[in-house]
């Protein structure tokens, strides 16, 4: 697994929103592609209706995932692919090293995807000797920096051209320059060798296909096509929900994945793969092995409550919408999924006690849902984790945050169901509030260990006489 | 590798019996997945193959139409030209105007294609110096030593050829998509790693959408015996990235530039 950093959400957040560099560009990205995915949607023949026919197709997807994964292996199989089934990251990983070292490969060239973020990958590649390179262009600058993404899909937006350009002089011992197509240049040309080198390429899978089995994986830079044809062996990724059952619901999902990603009407590159070259062809890997991962998604699927973030698509639409990944970027999310996804995926993946600040750190506005290409809903669920937090779940191994609270919540929930004792509790209040300071006649800050609630607002000090008081007085 | 096959059965069937528990079936049920795969074709994909076969000139030039105003917000030029000939000739200029991104050495890749063979490029370009290398298909599949040889030496060829031509199986007007089906001595890469691309088709190959692709590639009798095939590329466009400040610059790893040629007559 990789290095999971979501306990420090909060001091990681604080950072963020510190950061100029990083605000500029959320605002950037969420303008262009927040905004461009909702009218993307809009201008779609069917309207942005078509949300809810996917969301109905994901649905129907996850309800036959064991037939619809039989389907695509036996079709891979068919044409002399591999497939196999990780119930862990660890399996997914070793089964990528076993491959490796039967191949003997040297070198590793990665097409970006989240599912080798998620079980941690390049890591692993790097301690069995092997070396890996990241492709994609923003995830290429991040490798070379020893950063981590902060985008799923613009990886490296929170660095300037000019720290680009340092990197580069640094690390591949070009002229300085801060001209981005001649930094782009610099970085094809590098590449370019390693893709003619690697004995190995690995990729994710966008979306399969199980009526005609294949994979597809969409890229704009052309560098998955490249990992997936240039070396002897291609690995490809998927977690086991990125499955539709037929081609024409296939069509409906890739082209509202293009529009939530990027506001595009599809990406410059979509491959369909179903398998390695056949004999009689000079060109694509001679071993093809996709490998199909668990890793905590057969728990959601066996949650009601979870199932339908299974329906998700990845496309990131969410993170462009969402106000607080805005604010505070992706690194705080800590683990490959970052934004609304992330605060959903996360807990369910890697723990909710251990993740517990991502769902409460986002305000339930549902602008993610609104924004995401198969309307899945998104604030539902942080709630449905909230509510573990608060009172504990035995199935999912959840402690209540804060017994205080909890314990606190419960005497309140007492008190104000007996009228008496609420009345005399607001009579010392009121007495109490006295001594608490007041600024034009509001109360400026509450005592401990309330005094989160008067962090950026002033509260009205109680009435001398209550509502039922006067209700009683006849007002 | 057969050897982990074994292991992979067994995983498998352990990975099966989680989903299914998970989604509330005995663990052993048989789930023959009746209703989810249709056996014929629906009434509105008939509809989409018909109305193919059916298409106008009058609506074959609308759709070029509609073709060519997609292409250009992504930088796809698209040319229609009268024949083979002229299509040769506007290769040869391209060839001359365009030099080589990596060294000197201008040499072209082309397809074996019945559609790439009319425009007799080794003549065009011959007449110019520039070698064309055609891509045959490998001659002895069974023999691994001789193919391999065959395949690196295709592949050197190709990598040190600055302009890729490729035939297609379709071209998408609504979102000037160029559609590539695999074939032997048609490989992926000369549409990949050469810094230009330069696709050829005919006007009857261009089809409104990714709807009327797949409805022709599942159900249309010509078309379906192919399928999707083992690896189908759609390109629109030339490469692109947005990763620094998120300026768009082409040619990130595929083709800088990618040209659309459409032979009308």
């Excluded at chain 2, 796809?76 to 105007?97: K, M, S």
Aim: with cysteine.
């Amino acid at each position: 697994m990789s290095d999971i950093t979501t306990e420090r959400y909060v001091a990681e957040a604080k950072k963020g929103i510190a950061d100029p560099v990083l605000q500029k560009a959320l605002v950037f990205l969420q303008d262009r592609y927040g905004r461009g995915a909702a009218e993307a949607y809009r201008r779609l023949p069917e309207g942005p209706e078509l949300r809810l026919t996917a969301h109905a197709i994901r649905e129907k997807a996850i309800e036959n995932l064991d037939v619809l994964l039989e389907t695509l292996a036996a079709k891979i199989r068919g044409n002399g692919g591999h497939v196999y089934f990780a119930e862990t990251a660890q399996e997914a990983v070793d089964y990528c090293l076993a491959v490796a070292r039967r191949n003997h490969v040297r070198r590793v060239v990665k097409g970006k995807s989240m599912v080798t973020e998620e079980i941690g990958l390049n890591p692993a590649l790097e301690a069995a000797g092997i070396e890996v390179i990241e492709t994609d262009l923003g995830e290429y600058i991040i490798q070379l920096a020893g950063e981590t993404p902060s985008h799923i899909i613009a990886p490296a937006i929170h660095k300037t051209r000019h720290e680009i350009a340092d990197l580069f002089v640094q690390k591949l011992g070009i002229r300085r320059t801060t001209h981005p197509p001649e930094l782009t240049q610099a970085a094809r040309q590098a590449l370019r060798e390693k893709f003619l080198t690697a004995d190995m390429g690995t990729s994710g899978c966008n979306q399969a296909c199980a009526e005609t089995g294949h994979i597809t994986t969409v890229s704009n830079e052309g560098n998955i096509r490249m990992a997936t044809t240039m070396p002897r062996v291609h690995v490809a990724f998927m977690g086991m929900e990125r499955i539709v059952a037929r081609l024409d619901e296939y069509e409906i999902i890739l082209r509202l994945l293009c529009r939530g990603a990027a506001a595009q009407n599809i990406g410059v590159y979509v491959s369909y793969i179903g398998g390695p070259r056949r004999p009689e062809d000079s060109d694509g890997p001679e071993e093809f092995h996709l490998v199909v991962l668990d890793n905590g998604r057969s728990r959601m699927l066996a949650d009601p409550q979870f199932r339908e973030m299974l329906c998700c698509i990845r496309c990131a639409a969410c993170l462009n919408a969402c106000p607080v990944y805005g604010k505070i970027g992706g690194h705080a999310y800590g683990f490959a999924y970052s934004g609304p996804v992330g605060a959903v995926v996360t807990p369910l993946l890697t723990g909710i006690n251990r993740a517990k600040d991502l769902c409460l750190g986002e305000t339930l506005c549902g602008a993610c849902m609104d924004n995401c290409s198969v309307n899945i809903n998104i604030p539902r669920m942080l709630l449905a984790l909230r509510e573990k937090l608060a009172y504990g779940d035995a199935a999912w191994q959840v402690v209540p945050v804060s017994r205080a609270e909890c314990l606190a919540y419960r005497a309140w929930s007492w008190l104000i169901r007996n009228r008496r004792l609420y009345e005399i509790g607001l009579k010392l209040a009121a007495v109490g509030q006295r001594f608490l300071p007041q600024v034009n006649g509001m109360i400026r800050r509450l005592p401990p260990p309330m005094q989160g609630w008067t962090l950026s607002r002033d509260l009205h000090p109680l009435a001398a006489e209550s509502f039922m008081e006067k209700w009683r007085k006849g007002m | 590798m057969r050897v982990g096959d074994e292991m992979n059965t067994a995983n498998q069937e352990k990975f099966m019996r989680r989903i299914r528990a998970a989604l509330g079936h005995a663990p052993d049920a048989v789930r023959d997945g009746q209703g989810l795969f249709p056996q014929a074709p629906s009434a509105a994909a008939l509809a989409l193959c018909e109305g193919v076969r059916r298409r106008t000139a009058l609506e074959r030039e609308k759709l070029f139409d509609r073709l060519t105003a997609a292409a250009q917000p992504i930088n796809l030029h698209v040319q229609a030209l009268p024949d083979a000939a002229a299509v040769a000739a506007g290769i040869a200029e391209l060839v001359q105007a365009r030099r080589p991104e990596w060294g000197d050495v201008k040499q072209v890749a082309v397809w074996s294609h019945p559609l790439i063979e009319r425009l007799n490029l080794p003549r065009a370009l011959g007449d110019i110096g520039v070698p064309v290398i055609t891509t045959a298909p490998i001659t002895c599949p069974d023999d691994a030593d001789r193919s391999r040889k065959e395949r690196e030496d295709q592949r050197r060829e190709i990598v040190a050829s600055y302009i890729g031509v490729t035939a297609a199986d379709f071209c998408l007007a609504d979102t000037a998509t160029i559609v590539l089906r695999n074939r032997p001595g048609q490989p992926r890469t000369v549409a990949l790693v050469p810094s230009i691309h330069v696709a050829v088709v005919t006007l009857d190959q261009i089809i409104t959408d990714m709807k009327e692709l797949f409805a022709l590639l599942q159900w249309d009798e010509g078309f379906r015996q192919e399928g999707l095939t083992r690896y189908m590329s759609f390109i629109s466009g030339p490469s692109k990235t947005g990763d620094i400040e998120a300026i768009m610059v082409h040619g990130a790893h595929g083709p800088k530039e990618v040209r659309l040629y459409v032979v009308t007559g």
